[in-house]
Structure formats: C-alpha cells, structure tokens
C-alpha cells in the first residue's frame, strides 16, 4: 500500500482558507447570560411559532421543548467559570434543532461562524454499478490540489477508518432530513463540505482517507480541515420585504450551493460579480455548449443528444432570487430556445428559495389553471399578534388572509388557521402556457422547500413525469421565517410593540422556524408536503458515467420517458386587415381549438391536421387573444398573445 500526508494549505481562489484550528481559536465569547438568552428565544419560537411541532413530536418521538428547558435550568447552577465550553454550548442548541428533523427550523450560529465555511478540496457522490453495488467517487477537485492517483475517479473506500457508507449514514443521523433518503445525502455531502452558520465545526482536524487510486491501487491520503468565507446570500432574510416573507429556503442546501460555486465554479462566481443569484444586463453562458443566460447561478440550459431523440435540458440551480417575475421569464425565454420536442426541468440539488419563482414558472408547462398551493399558521397568542399587526398589510407583508381564522381559533379550538395560498394566483396563471413539448421532472433527496413546492405543483397539476435519483424529495413543505423577521415584525410599523417578547440575540446569532406549513393541491388536497415529500414517477440509479460524463445516463433515461410521451404543437400567428383578425392554426397531437378574446368566447374549429385560417371581425389591436388546444376533449395545449 503506497500513502501519503497532505500538509500544503490549498487556497480557495479569491478568498484565504485556514487551519480549522487557527480559526476554533478566535471562537468562545457568548456569556453565561448570553447563553440563556439563546436558551429562552429558542423556547419562544418552537412554542410559539413552529407550526410543525405536534407533527414532528408525533412522527419523531421528540420533545424540543423539554430538551431546551432542562437545558436552561441546569444553565442555572452554571456561572461564568463553570459553565461548559462554547463549542459544547453550540453543539447542544444545534442537536435540539437538528431533533425536529426539519431543515427549515435552524440554530444559526453567532460570529465568528456565520458566514463561514468549513471544507475539504474535494466532493466525493455516490453512484451504482449494473449489480446495485453502492461506489463513492471523487467527482471534483479544487483548483491547485493533487495527491497521488487522486482525482475525479478515484473510488473512496474508508473514512478513518469506518467504511465509507456507514460514515456517510453515521454523518446523516446528525443533520436528520425529514426521511432517509435526505439523511444519506446530507450526510454524503457534509462529509467535505459544512457551512459553520448552522452545522457544527467538525470534531476532527483532520480525515484519513483510504481510496482507490485512478491506476488501481490502493492509497491512503490525510487532510486537514479548512475554512474560509462563503459567497454572501441572495437577501437579507431579517427584514420586512415581501421575499423575506414569501422565503421557502433549506438554508445548509443554500450555504452549500454557494460555497460549491466560491470552491469549484469560479467562472460563474466571476460573471455574477461574487453576489449570489445575480442577474446580468448581458446574457452569458459559461460552458461552451450552454445557452446564453442573464442568471448564470440560478440557470443552465443546453439541448442534449439521446438515444431516443434531441430535446432541452433546464436546470435550476435554485429559486433563491429577488425579482420572481424575472426568474420565469428567464426560464420561458430559455425554454423556447430550446428544441420543443421534449424538455427536461432538472431541479436537483435545488434548496428552494422565492416560493413565487417557483409557483409562478409552473403555469408555463401546462394549459391548466394553477392552483398555488395554500399555507396554514399554527394556532398560537404570538401568531395571532403578528397576524393582527399586519392584517391591513401596513408594512408590505399582508397577513389578513390567516387573521379571521386565527381570530376564531380561540373560540373553536381550532390547531391552524384556514389555509390560504402565499403565491398570488394571478401572478401563477397571468401568462399561462408558453412550452407545449412534454416535460420531465428530474429530482432528488436534496430538492427542498420552494423545490418541493415546485415539485408538488408539478405533480398535482399533472404536468408530465417525476424521475428521481432518490426515491423522495427533500419533504420539506413549509414557509420559513427568521427570528429577526419576527422581532420586526412587532415592530414594524412605528411604534413598536413594547410587550414583544423577542429580544436582539447576541453576537449575529439568528434561529429559523417553518411558519406556515404548505399543503397539496388536486388528488392529494389537504395533503401536507412535510416530512411526505414527493414521490417520482420513476427512478433511476445513478451511473459512474453520470459523475464523471455529464449525467448521461441519467439524460438518456429522461430522453426515453420524454419520447414515449403525447407531443403537442399549438402554433397561432395574426395579421389584421382593417378591424378583421386573421387567425391561422398550425397544430400537431391537437383535434380542436377554441379561440377566445378578452375571455369571451368566440370560435371552436376542428381540425384534421392541415393549417387553418379564421377571420374574426371588429377587432381591436391590444386585446388578448387565447388559443386552447383539445385531444379526445381534454384540454392538451393553451397559448395567449396580444394581437
């Protein structure tokens, strides 16, 4: 057996890494009443604000609460010399957290943590070969690192020690997602990879790794944690904003993703200027055969070669924008660019974000009406509070759709609030259709939150099919909001609400709770997302060709679901002769088109295939004209344009 010890410090590219060490060092300075500060705040929230509690207790057998609260009286008989270490204090908060099994209620971690990342210089993802035998490869390096025979390839085989799928379940339990599907990728991931704001620093400072060598042989190679800066987030999630609001982010997918760009992408790190999600004033694309695009962090788009014909490849890196209107209409004008044969919406490794960007983009893949899908409060005194403040919308978050309810609620005994939609159902369907090849849906256990919802709408809407590398979602169905959006929000407007019982947190501390549970639309009405998630229609194992040769059998998989799918083409041009409209259809998989103008209608044709033309008389230039396409009476295909 051939080894080696790695000791130089590989720099992330832009920003100086250190010694996990060095940087624990500086790391120690919360107080005694610091501490129960912290203590009491979190108690507030999971009390008062977590809407998924008497869910979680049931199906996980846990009670945060009692942990917290014999956690603060034994806080009682410490003093400023005997109280335990920081890093004890952190890792306590983060496991009470972390025991709800909900990656949307997070313990955020004071300086010097926050913003912070801890790392190894490589990725290892796990794929299948032909028996269904698990293999970890490497798949990426960064740039300047070498050891020997060590590189995307290289097949980890042990984890100091312990054989590398029990470290990676091992590694899961700690950050307990809402289902195992979610606990082996997360614990795949923070085998190299832990944003420090919300994952404790890793007990190790350095890993022994045993792997096998792109020549085949067997190699043993030491390395020491790093950390560095991470890339700054899309918005500041404390303030009142209507994103802050309408937020349905996994906060350690989010940290991830940036860091993976800030160690392994510089490129798009580089075009978006170091801000996260940036949209250009000039599209760019960053691979040679990648489509042009203002969002390079948020979008990739390229058309893909399959056994089973040429189609689009979509993929949304997150939904986690500023401008949801923005970021649809960047996917509509990419997704015409595209062949129109078939589409792939690729939303893999995707933590959600702006839940309007994610409900917003579904309307234009289907010629159905979306039904955004609706939200409850739980029934609490601080959430009626909150709700009575902003049931006018006084400060841009307008609560009055849950107040009544929560109103009522002491009176009835009622656990939640009715259930009213956060994404505004004309901004879902105020464009409608624009893609009318079919779609496929590609997922996996690390889709979460806006994703999820993304992903439920997509199913409850039938849009086309589910495949997934994971045999679930992420399952995270929730709206999540930070501890500072709830302090400001009593006191926001002027004047504040003097009897507010959350207090500033010390030292950039935040904690994050799930606030307004999400629940199914259509079949599966009344149906919650959390811990459940959402199932694919089919499956696929991922290949060693996919990690190492662009997700190729993955795409080829997709390439024969789009194929075996009904192909739709519902083509409408207009040219005017006075005040009379010419209407000429072209259509494909279609029998008939009804053809309305502002809403009222005005024809219904039949078609055999051939092109058709129609005149419409007394028409005016700006009104909207709607096409719906029928097969067999079910409606197949809908466009809209202005004429």
Not at 134 to 140: D, N, P
Not at 537 to 550: I, N, Q, V
Request: with cysteine.
């Amino acid at each position: 057996m051939s080894g080696t010890t790695r000791t130089r410090a590989v720099e992330v590219e832009g920003a100086a890494a250190v010694p996990l060490p060095q940087f624990l060092a500086s790391a120690g300075t919360l107080t005694i009443g610091q501490r129960k500060l912290l203590v009491d705040q979190a108690l507030l929230l999971l009390d008062q604000n977590y809407v998924h509690l008497p869910l979680k207790a049931a199906m996980h057998a846990v009670n945060p609460l009692q942990r917290l609260r014999v956690m603060r009286s034994r806080m009682e008989r410490q003093t400023a010399e005997t109280m335990e270490p920081e890093w004890m204090f952190h890792r306590q908060m983060s496991s009470i957290f972390h025991s709800v099994r909900d990656l949307h209620t997070n313990y955020l971690l004071p300086a010097p943590f926050a913003g912070k990342i801890a790392y190894l210089p490589f990725m290892i993802e796990k794929c299948y070969d032909e028996g269904g035998r698990e293999h970890y490869l490497v798949t990426r390096t960064v740039t300047g690192y070498s050891a020997p025979q060590f590189g995307p390839g290289a097949e980890v085989t042990h984890w100091n020690g312990t054989p590398i799928a029990r470290a990676v379940a091992l590694n899961g339990a700690q950050f307990a997602g809402s289902n195992d599907a979610a606990n082996l990728a997360r614990g795949l991931e923070s085998l190299t990879l832990r944003p420090l704001v919300i994952q404790s620093p890793p007990d190790e400072d350095w890993v022994n790794l045993t792997y096998v060598g792109l020549d085949g042989s067997t190699q043993e190679l030491r390395e020491q944690w790093k950390v560095t800066a991470n890339l700054p987030p899309m918005t500041d999630l404390d303030s009142i904003s209507e994103t802050s609001a309408a937020m349905g982010l996994d906060l350690d997918s989010d940290e991830k993703a940036r860091a993976k760009k800030a160690l392994y992408v510089r490129d798009v790190v580089e075009l978006e200027g170091g801000q996260s999600s940036a949209e250009l004033s000039t599209p760019a694309a960053v691979g040679g055969a990648d489509l042009p695009t203002t969002m390079p962090g948020v979008f990739r788009a390229r058309e893909v070669v399959t056994p089973s014909g040429t189609f689009g490849h979509l993929r949304i890196f997150t939904f986690s924008v500023q401008e949801p209107v923005a970021f649809r209409d960047e996917f509509v004008r990419l997704a015409g660019l595209l062949p129109q044969r078939g589409l792939i919406v690729d939303v893999r490794d995707n933590g959600g974000g702006h839940i309007y960007a994610s409900e917003f983009t579904l309307q234009t893949l289907t010629p159905r009406r979306i039904s955004p899908e609706p939200v409850q409060f739980i029934s609490t005194p601080l959430n009626l509070r909150i709700c009575r403040r902003h049931k006018d919308n006084p400060a841009g978050i307008d609560l009055g759709p849950w107040f009544d309810s929560l109103d009522l609620a002491t009176e009835t005994g009622a656990s939640f609030s009715a259930a009213k939609p956060i994404t505004p159902e004309e901004g879902a369907n105020d464009i409608g259709q624009t893609y009318h090849g079919p779609a496929v849906l590609i997922t996996d256990a690390r889709v979460y939150s806006a994703t999820d919802i993304f992903a439920a709408g997509f199913a409850d809407h039938e849009i086309g099919i589910i495949l997934g590398v994971d045999d679930n979602t992420g399952a995270g169905g929730a709206n999540v909001w930070t501890h500072g959006l709830l302090a400001a929000l009593l006191n926001e407007p002027p004047p504040p609400d003097p009897t507010s019982p959350y207090e500033a947190l010390p030292n950039g501390a935040n904690m994050r709770v799930s606030i307004r549970r999400t629940l199914r639309v259509g079949d599966l009405s009344g149906t919650p997302v959390e811990d459940l998630g959402i199932r694919p229609h089919e499956t696929h194992k991922m290949t060693r060709a996919d990690l190492l040769d662009g997700n190729v059998d993955l795409l080829n998989k997709a390439g024969s679901l789009l194929a075996a799918m009904p192909f739709r083409r519902l083509d409408v041009t207009t040219s005017f002769s006075g005040t009379t409209l010419t209407v000429k259809l072209d259509v494909e998989g279609i029998d008939r088109v009804d053809l309305y103008l502002e809403g009222r209608p005005i024809s219904s044709e039949d078609l055999t295939g051939a092109p058709l033309s129609i005149d419409i008389l007394d028409v005016t230039p700006g009104q909207l004209l709607r096409a719906d396409g029928y097969q067999a009476g079910a409606l197949v295909a809908s466009r809209r344009l202005t004429v």
